[in-house]
């Protein structure tokens, strides 16, 4: 459950597991870019924080959050090697129903790629009501999503490696 108003983004990398041997894959949304930027900046400086070499981390944008589970299933598929994925969107609710259905076919998407994949896939898509949540969940007062994407994927990559 979140707890309202508290920055979650702190995290103790003596306490979670070396991503020295790991290879990491990112899918991030180039809507609304100045958010998804500021959530694959906090994920990467997590992650080479935690030991992840630069030659481990794989990067590739599509257009929006709806196409984050295709970009995600395409990702695995091509790199047989990749211990995890996260999923970088922002989806700002509008006056129209697009909000919800976006909302819901990427979270649905996501699910479904974590059943059938072999390695977990991280959702990290912002659904806020105003731009303003999203920068502060962005790297603002309320921390950096992408830090705690960043974190809960080296803590299922080694769930996933019992």
Not at 54 to 75: H, N, Q, T, Y
Not at 99 to 121: R, Y
């Amino acid at each position: 459950m979140a707890t309202a108003n508290k920055n979650l983004s702190a995290y103790d990398k003596t306490t979670l597991p070396s991503a020295t041997n790991m290879k990491v894959g990112i899918v991030v949304s180039n809507w609304n870019d100045t958010i998804t930027e500021g959530l694959f900046d906090g994920a990467k400086r997590t992650l080479l924080d935690c030991g992840l070499q630069e030659e481990g981390l794989i990067r590739w944008d599509v257009p929006g959050s709806f196409e984050l589970v295709f970009g995600a299933k395409r990702m695995i598929e091509r790199f047989e090697d990749l211990d995890a994925v996260i999923v970088i969107g922002c989806v700002i609710k509008g006056e129209t129903m697009h909000f919800e259905f976006v909302c819901e076919g990427v979270t649905h998407g996501i699910k479904d790629l974590n059943l059938i994949a072999d390695i977990p896939v991280i959702f990290c898509v912002l659904t806020d009501n105003t731009i303003e949540q999203s920068l502060a969940r962005s790297g603002g007062d309320m921390g950096n999503k992408g830090v705690e994407a960043a974190v809960t994927a080296l803590k299922m990559i080694a769930l996933n490696n019992l």
